[in-house]
């Protein structure tokens, strides 16, 4: 029987805009989709690789996406003294073909999700501006902010206010107001002229 010898995994660290959050970028998928731990009990229920992270003292977030890992540190540490710590147990961790997110993370998500009113019902003529807001976002946000380590999702519209959640190295970070307020709520208001502002809640 012939065994299949997996490609050495390659890891590779990226800044953010948030100084606090790095990005370990690897040659393998991860996640097909984005999940973010901001805390241990969350990673301890869905996420081995994240609940592994949290167990250095300096971790205070995981965010996984794809082929990448954002960890998030608390500002007291600093990354020339952690990051190769990190790097080797991410490295070792994807290497050893470690559990990432557990089966059935998405699903919970949603119905945690639907139980919180995020995905509001909008009828008639809103439906319709609530779809086009949530295309412009996915096809022209997401994928920027992706690159930079973090996430975006639509939350509401209410009134001409967007209401959006920042996951990832885009949550707590000082350039994601500048972002949002210069690149985002510019653009919506321009492409759907009923948008009077955007505004953010940390994820």
């Known amino acids: 029987m012939s065994t ?5 995994v390659m890891l590779y660290t990226e800044q ?3 100084p606090e959050s ?9 996640y097909r989709g984005t999940a973010d731990f901001k805390d241990e009990s969350m990673a301890k229920e869905w996420s ?6 949290f167990e250095f003292p300096y971790v ?15 500002f007291n540490y600093s990354w020339d003294d952690i990051m190769l710590k990190l790097k080797e147990f991410i490295k ?15 699903e919970a998500m949603a119905a945690i999700e639907a139980e919180n009113g995020v995905a509001y019902q909008y009828t008639g003529e809103m439906a319709e501006l609530v779809k086009k807001i949530k295309e412009l976002i ?16 639509f939350k509401s519209f209410d009134e001409g ?11 707590g970070c000082p350039s994601s107001t500048v972002t949002l307020k210069a690149g985002i709520e510019g653009m919506l208001k321009r492409m759907v002229p009923e948008v009077k502002e955007v505004v953010s809640e940390m994820g």
């Open 92 to 106: 070792g961790y994807i290497g050893d073909e470690g559990e990432i997110v557990k089966e059935g993370f998405q």
């Open 16 to 18: 953010t805009p948030n």
């Open 60 to 74: 205070k977030g995981v965010y996984v996406c794809n082929n990448f890992v954002t960890v998030s540190k608390e």
């Open 161 to 171: 206010i967007v209401t959006v959640v920042l996951q990832g190295s885009c949550s």
């Open 22 to 30: 790095l990005k370990f970028v690897t040659n393998r998928m991860l």
């Open 138 to 153: 996915d096809t022209y946000v997401k994928p920027a902010v992706e690159m930079d380590g973090g996430n975006i999702e």
């Open 4 to 8: 299949v010898t997996q490609n050495p």
């Open 48 to 53: 081995p690789i994240a609940e592994k992270l």
